[in-house]
């Protein structure tokens, strides 16, 4: 099965910056969207950014302007650079690809890929 391999997270202070990286395993194929979420404790997990086959984005409006999410689909890799950090910006990151579809003559399932999450922390 495909496994989705993120890193990048750490600890760092208010105001510094932090780059999110987000691989598969394997070649996957189909693939109409891919995006980054977050879920800090007590809360539920919200989006954060997505990217689409397209190269359409879109952010949550509290990371607008310091965030950017960005791909290497020959890759099957997602970043997400984050800059001007906020303590609310703690919270374990996760990334998803989302595959389905009709890809050169080939149906594929409709299948959400998600990664273990990788831990931010903003905290002085």
């Known amino acids: 099965q495909v496994q989705l391999v993120e890193s990048g997270g750490g600890l760092v202070q208010p105001g510094g910056s932090l780059r999110l990286s987000c691989a598969a395993s394997?070649?996957?194929?189909?693939?109409?969207?891919m995006g980054w979420y977050r879920q800090a404790p007590g809360k539920q997990r919200e989006s954060v950014a997505t990217?689409?086959?397209?190269?359409?984005?879109n952010y949550v409006s509290s990371v607008r302007g310091r965030f950017t999410i960005s791909r290497d689909t020959a890759e099957n890799k997602i970043y997400l650079q984050m800059n001007s950090l906020k303590a609310e910006d703690t919270a374990v990151y996760y990334c998803?690809?989302?595959?389905?579809?009709?890809?050169?003559?080939?149906?594929?399932?409709?299948?959400?890929?998600w990664g273990q999450g990788t831990r931010v922390t903003v905290s002085s």
């Open positions: 990217i689409t086959s397209d190269g359409s984005t």
């Open positions: 998803t690809f989302q595959v389905g579809g009709y890809y050169e003559g080939r149906m594929y399932p409709n299948i959400d890929y």
């Open positions: 394997e070649n996957i194929f189909a693939i109409y969207a």
